[in-house]
């Protein structure tokens, strides 16, 4: 789906419900010749709510930092169910991501508590 609009520049994604006892550990939807990192020439801005750091999100996120050249910003607003143990490890995995875009601003906010922006 992605790949068929080219000339998206805003992207919203809300993310289901952390499942307890699912099979999240083994997704791995961005990899591979399948998603290519072309057709997000335009995008820039990613905005995911409820992100709760698992596996597949951020793979997601990872995709998008490898596949648009002019995304400006990354807001991740974290699920209240993060812990800041966790949030911290997630931040963490962000900042070791490839960019292709070098003018990115990455937004975590946490829930009733300051944003965190991290370069």
């Not at 999240?24 to 995008?43: C, I, M, P, W």
């Amino acid at each position: 789906m992605l790949r068929s609009t080219p000339n998206l520049k805003d992207l919203l994604f809300k993310s289901g419900s952390k499942m307890k006892g699912g099979v999240e550990d083994d997704v791995n939807h961005f990899g591979g010749r399948a998603y290519s990192t072309q057709g997000l020439n335009k995008l820039q801005k990613l905005k995911i709510e409820a992100f709760h750091g698992l596996r597949a999100e951020l793979l997601f996120v990872r995709f998008i930092l490898a596949s648009a050249p002019l995304l400006l910003k990354i807001i991740l607003l974290v699920h209240e169910s993060v812990h800041e143990r966790e949030y911290l490890k997630i931040s963490e995995e962000l900042m070791g991501f490839p960019r292709s875009s070098p003018k990115l601003e990455i937004i975590c906010e946490l829930p009733k508590q300051a944003k965190r922006v991290l370069h």
